[in-house]
Each structure stands twice: as C-alpha cells, then as structure tokens.
C-alpha cells in the first residue's frame, strides 16, 4: 500500500498560482495512475484530473483544463499539480491519490488532503 502527503496549499488571490505537492511513500509507486480529487464544503469529492504511470498520458476535468497541469517524478515519488489562474470556484481541499480512472472509487489510497482557498 502506498501512503501519500500532500502540501503547498494556501491562501491566493484570483489569478494566482499554486503548486501542490503529494510525496507518496512505497516502492510500488510507479505503478499507479495518480490522481488529484477535491471537495468544497457541502459538496461531493470530485475528479481535477490524473496522470498515468508512465506520466505519458494526463486527463482533466473541463473546469480546469488549461489551467491546471499535472506532471510526476517517479525517481522521486513526487507527483505535483500546478494550479495557475485561479478562480474563487477552485477553492476546495485537494486530495491525491493512486488508482486509476476518472472516479474517486477508482482509488484506493488518500492523502489527507490540503486547502486552497481562492479570495475574489
């Protein structure tokens, strides 16, 4: 079982930019797809975007496409989301994890999530 931490998470104004960080420990990290989920107070977790193990193929939601790139290290077990022109809609707390897919039930390892909060 891989374990995950995520950070870099904050406070932006729109417009801005951050870039989050999820360190995953285990040998068998190559392997996953690797995911990027969040979830806004009162709403469901939902899929931002994955990339595969290789890192040769990426995937995103609609609502961040174009703004959010995904790239991964597997030598260093590091998968990052660079989130630019933010908007106040991308406030949520972010979750990696490993599995595959577009569903949250597609994954079965979590990190414990990081907040980042958009100001208008």
């Known amino acids: 079982q891989v374990q995950l931490v995520e950070s870099g998470g904050g406070l932006v104004q729109a417009g801005g930019s951050l870039r989050l960080t999820c360190v995953a420990s285990?040998?068998?990290?190559?392997?996953?797809?690797m995911g990027w989920f969040r979830q806004a107070p009162g709403k469901e977790r939902e899929f931002v975007g994955y990339?595969?193990?290789?890192?040769?193929?990426?995937a995103y939601a609609d609502s961040v496409k174009g703004r959010f790139t995904i790239s991964r290290d597997n030598a260093k077990n590091t998968v990052i989301l660079q989130m630019n022109s933010l908007k106040p809609e991308d406030t949520a707390v972010y979750f990696c994890?490993?599995?595959?897919?577009?569903?949250?039930?597609?994954?079965?390892?979590w990190g414990q999530g990081t907040q980042v909060t958009v100001s208008s």
């Open positions: 994890a490993a599995g595959r897919g577009i569903s949250a039930r597609g994954y079965d390892a």
């Open positions: 285990g040998r068998t990290f190559g392997m996953y797809t």
């Open positions: 990339i595969t193990w290789s890192g040769s193929s990426t």
